[in-house]
């Protein structure tokens, strides 16, 4: 086995392995320091836990397990980027808050075919106690690990106009934006477990290999507890498909399929039919719009300002000045000093309250008062256009990509930079190699 190869293999936190029974098999932990990293230790327990879990994968993967020491020095070499990580984690104060970290440990539990969090930690506690707390503490700095992952590569992260304007000019580029793409598109969701539905979804990905005929592969793979959503899209410019989408179809060849794609509302799978020369223009519909604003304050009741923004509004359809009335009352500082305008606004700019207000308004006529989060308003919108925003669409899709292609490269700059910043005094001579980060 190749090193890389082995590097690959190991990039993902296997948390689920924790639960299986070979893991919570292992003997007693040792109090032995094998390694220092900063102000933290890894134990002799710590990185039998990790050969364990590799070992586990590697078998579940049908992959040949390398030499006993082999694993040792590369486990280690895992768990000192780890520490590493988690020490620059302290520092810059990252904390999870309880809704994420629920929502992720509800995710591995759902992956067991346990449905809610007591249920998941009784059944993990009655195998070894303490087990749960285990697992949900290693879920809680995997997470703060990619909070501070994103932070610190982002920002590492540099793409200049004219790197957009070189990349949008290239062939991948003109690919990218300048055509249209005929797509087949498959949606896996359900009440199954993850592993289910991944394993619905792979089974779908290969029959697109030779199929398009959307209709029968919905009714081969659905079933009470997988959902399968099927739809032939035709040809459309790429502008018009989501962008975390779209970034994906762009860099396919005709017959080529997606990966899958994890979502919130399912698993997303595409197939690029045939691409074509792009004639449209993403053309985006924008609403000239003026609104007042009455908020809640210490002096001010959510009740008071229902009846003021009534009374404003009662006096507004008597006949005095919108643009006055917003000047004198607005509590928007930034339109009530512009007669209450807020200028072109493209839909999705505002809160999904005010923007389906004003989506649905009558030009020219002033909306019924309507509360949202940051207090009541009422709002006109005195003219509607349809405004090309293809060139924002291209350059906006040109950082997408161009931020994904420097994403993994940056990050293994920044772990090298971090394993090589960070004190790491190994105690066991025999695992210390000077082996290079992961």
């Known amino acids: 086995m190749k090193t890389q190869n082995f590097k690959n293999l190991f990039k993902a936190t296997a948390l689920t392995l924790l ?89 591995v539990a759902s ?30 700095d995997d997470l703060l690990i990619q909070r501070l992952r994103q932070q610190q590569v982002m920002s590492r992260i540099k793409i200049t106009d004219q790197d957009v304007e070189n990349f949008l000019k290239s062939p991948e580029g003109q690919a990218a934006v300048g055509s249209q793409v005929h797509v087949v598109h498959m949606r896996i969701s359900g009440t199954g477990s993850a592993d289910e539905l991944n394993a619905v979804a792979q089974k779908i990905r290969n029959e697109l290999n030779n199929s398009t005929d959307v209709k029968t592969i919905e009714k081969k793979y659905s079933t009470d507890t997988v959902k399968v959503d099927g739809a032939d899209m035709g040809f459309r410019p790429l502008s018009e498909i989501p962008a975390e989408l779209s970034a994906r179809v762009s860099i396919l060849r005709s017959g080529q399929t997606t990966d899958l794609i994890q979502a919130k509302d399912g698993i997303h799978i595409l197939k690029l039919i045939d691409r074509k020369s792009n004639d449209q223009r993403a053309l985006v519909p ?74 649905s308004a009558t030009v020219n006529q002033v909306s019924a008062p309507f509360e949202t989060q940051f207090g009541w308003h009422i709002l006109e919108v005195t003219e509607t256009r349809k405004q090309d925003m293809t ?13 994904e292609r420097q994403f993994d490269s940056e990050l293994d700059s920044w772990l090298r930079e971090l394993r090589a910043s960070t004190y790491v005094e190994i105690k066991d001579p025999s695992l210390d190699n000077k082996v290079k980060p992961q």
């Open 19 to 107: 639960i299986s029974s070979s893991m919570l098999a292992i003997a007693a932990p040792s109090d032995q320091v094998i390694a220092v990293v900063g102000n933290s230790a890894i134990l002799k327990s710590d990185l039998d836990q990790g050969v364990a879990e590799a070992t586990h994968q590697l078998q579940a993967q049908k992959k040949a397990i390398p030499p006993q020491q082999f694993l040792e020095k590369q486990i280690l070499n895992q768990l000192i980027l780890q520490n590493a990580q988690l020490e620059q984690v302290k520092r810059y104060g990252l904390k999870n808050d309880e809704k994420t970290l629920n929502e992720a440990v509800l995710k």
């Open 391 to 403: 060139s924002e669409y291209q350059k906006r899709m040109a950082r997408q990509i161009l931020g």
């Open 286 to 359: 924008q609403y000239h719009t003026r609104h007042i604003l009455i908020k809640t304050s210490e002096v001010v009741s959510p009740e008071n300002a229902k009846q003021m923004i009534d009374s404003i509004y009662n006096r507004i359809k008597a006949g005095e000045s919108f643009a006055t009335l917003a000047a004198t009352y607005s509590n928007d500082p930034g339109s009530a000093r512009d007669s209450g305008s807020l200028g072109w606004v493209n839909p999705g700019m505002m809160v999904p309250e005010f923007d389906k207000i004003m989506q």
């Open 111 to 140: 992956q067991s075919g346990t449905k809610s969090l007591e249920a998941f930690q009784q059944k993990l506690d009655a195998v070894a106690p303490g087990t749960y707390e285990i697992l949900r503490n290693r879920i809680s």
